[in-house]
């Protein structure tokens, strides 16, 4: 799958439905058929939606771990924890479960970003928080991240 573009604001309603925005839905026309999977963030207070494409190469690497070796297998209980699928319906909304929406404390006002080949769904004043910078200077960051990859010698990391 290509990487998915963009971050988008939409509302949660009372059932726990949201409407996927145009943009983000012709994105992931390939994957309307096959479903997502949606799950619990291991580092943040969101949820991700993979395609199912994207979860199944996931779970190809997950699948590699030695179940016993006691980290892995607790790593493979708390990473799969709360994981549902779900789909996109005729009308273009995806039902977010009960247990999902208060891990994540949606609100009626949610974001989802993209992120490189998934997307996270956030409440959207924590969204907000999640990127004012105040407890991260992302320019060090980056550099931390970023700062030594070259490998297409384009100059660009």
């Known amino acids: 799958m290509n990487s998915i573009i963009?971050?988008?604001?939409?509302k949660l309603d009372a059932k726990g439905r949201l409407m996927i925005p145009v943009a983000l839905k012709k994105q992931l026309s390939a994957s309307l058929q096959d479903g997502f999977v949606l799950k619990r963030s291991v580092f943040q207070p969101c949820l991700e939606l993979y395609p199912m494409s994207e979860w199944n190469l996931m779970?190809?690497?997950i699948n590699k771990l030695n179940r016993f070796v006691k980290k892995n297998n607790d790593f493979i209980r708390r990473f799969t924890a709360g994981v549902k699928i779900v789909e996109v319906d005729d009308l273009?909304?995806?039902?977010?479960?009960k247990d999902l929406v208060g891990f994540a404390n949606l609100s009626k006002d949610i974001v989802l970003s993209s992120a490189v080949n998934i997307v996270e769904v956030w409440d959207k004043d924590a969204y907000e928080k999640s990127i004012s910078g105040e407890d991260v200077d992302f320019a060090d960051l980056a550099e931390d991240v970023m700062g030594n990859i070259n490998d297409d010698g384009d100059g660009i990391s």
């Open 59 to 61: 779970m190809n690497k």
């Open 92 to 97: 273009g909304r995806l039902l977010v479960p």
């Open 6 to 10: 963009g971050t988008y604001e939409c």
